[in-house]
């Protein structure tokens, strides 16, 4: 009896850390094929923060920084082709805010806006 008190107590204590466990070490934006394409469209996050794009859609996107498309503008991150069902992943950015669109479909945009100030976790 004490034994199945103790083991019920231990898969309670397990699930609660399971549960409390801390999110995906990333932000992540989700690929969409409607509008607003990324979900979500704007996000603010730390200075190096990774920050990854899903692809669960059925066709190829980029994640290309807008500077990538102007003469001697920096290009913070352009991921090339990411295909359905892959990922793209940045490692974290400097302060400023990044603008960028798919070069497949340029009707989709998006922006980071990246801050040296702690941002709260956006579920
Ligand atoms: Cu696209």
Excluded at 22 to 46: E, Q
Excluded at 62 to 89: Q, Y
Aim: proline share 13%; charged share 10%.
């Amino acid at each position: 009896m004490r034994l199945r008190v103790m083991t019920a107590v231990l898969v309670l204590a397990g699930s609660i850390v399971g549960l409390t466990t801390s999110p995906p070490p990333y932000t992540a934006i989700i690929i969409d094929s409607g509008s607003p394409y990324f979900v979500p469209k704007a996000v603010t996050v730390s200075t190096g923060a990774p920050i990854r794009w899903e692809n669960p859609t059925p066709t190829e996107h980029t994640i290309t920084h807008i500077g990538c498309m102007e003469d001697g503008a920096p290009c913070a991150f352009d991921s090339g082709i990411v295909l359905p069902n892959d990922s793209f992943t940045i490692p974290g950015l400097a302060p400023g805010r990044y603008p960028y669109f798919c070069r497949v479909h340029p009707i989709m945009h998006g922006i980071v806006t990246v801050t040296d100030s702690p941002v709260p976790s956006q579920l």
